[in-house]
Every structure is written in C-alpha cells, then in structure tokens.
C-alpha cells in the first residue's frame, strides 16, 4: 500500500538528486513472514545492493531488520527466532517508519510470522537495532485514516503497558502518561 499511496516519492526523488541506484522491494505483508524475508534478501543481492532501508510500517521494518542480520549471518531466518541467538552484528540499516504504532525502528526485535511451523515468532537481538532512523511526521499524513486510527490506538495501548507494567518508574510514567495524552 505505500507504493500506491506515494510514500516512496520523496525518499526516491532524494536518491536519484543524490545519484544512488536503487530498487524496491514491496512485497512485504501485514504480518510478515520468513518468505518476505528470504524474498528482500535475494533481492539484495541480485541488484548487488550495498545498503539497507526500511521504510513503511512495523511490518516493512521487521522486514527489513531481519534481512539486514541475514546479510552477515547464515540463514535462513528461522534459525534465529528466539533471544540473542544472532552471532554477528547485522549490517547497517536505515529505518524510515510511516507509522506511529509499533515503534519497530526503535526496537531489537523483529516479529514474522513462521512459515514452516505457523504461528508468529521474533528474532530478538542487540543486533538488530537500526544504525540511523529518520522520523518525519508529514509521512504518515498519506495514510488512509482507518490505519492512522489503528496505528494511533497502538502507540497508546504500548504506553499504557509499559505504565502498567512492574518494571514502571515515576520517570517512565510520566512519559507514558504524556504518550496517552497526545
């Protein structure tokens, strides 16, 4: 859906002025799965890509973010599902969310959904944080106001857990309560 929203035209516009070669990989579904992963990355290579960015919604990012720990790991992707079983540091990546509910450009997990074995499943890893992330508000003026709703719900349901949770501090409520409130 980004693609047909035009999203993409700015950062594309920005990289063609640059003189940066580029491709686009949109495929990836709302929950995506150890495919799209396996899809990006060969991808990546066929183009004989040298960089990596996530642009789009939770799902595009997790995405991203799991191929990037491909491009200096041995997959497949599966393998890695659990806690800090990734050996390698991923290659550097670029994160650009068009969303303001899963806050995936700012997390070290990423959630696909297992094709072999069904259900959904992350690969959690200090690896997998972004190296940059570029964050602009007007990019989620573009989407269609049901997902702006859903997406807003979610960012408000993820400060009220963290409010909740027992790891809480006044300093943390605070900033949860000032999340719920925007």
């Known amino acids: 859906g980004i693609m047909k929203l035009g999203l993409t035209r700015r950062l ?5 002025e640059a ?21 990006a990355l060969e991808l990546y ?3 004989g890509c040298d960089a990596i960015i ?12 799991a191929a990037s720990v491909l491009l200096s790991n041995e997959g497949p992707i599966d393998k890695y599902f659990g806690i800090n079983l990734v050996p390698n540091p991923s290659l550097p990546c670029i994160l650009i969310p068009t969303t303001s509910g899963t806050g995936s450009e700012m997390t ?13 499943k992350g ?19 573009g989407l269609p106001p ?9 960012a408000f349901v993820h400060a009220m857990e963290s ?3 027992i790891a809480a501090t006044p300093i943390t409520d605070a900033l949860n309560r000032q999340a719920m409130k925007l």
């Open 146 to 154: 049901r997902v702006t709703a859903m997406t807003g719900v979610d």
């Open 54 to 65: 996530g642009f789009g919604g939770g799902s595009a990012l997790d995405t991203t973010k």
């Open 19 to 39: 003189g940066i070669p580029y491709t686009i990989y949109d495929k990836t579904v709302a929950n995506p799965t150890t495919v799209n992963v396996r899809e």
């Open 108 to 120: 070290n997990i990423s959630v696909l959904a297992d094709t072999k074995n069904g259900g959904k």
């Open 123 to 141: 690969v959690v890893s200090e690896y997998m944080y972004a190296d940059t992330v570029i964050l602009d508000a007007e990019l989620t003026f």
């Open 163 to 165: 409010f909740c949770g």
């Open 45 to 47: 290579h066929k183009e």
């Open 12 to 16: 594309e516009k920005a990289l063609k």
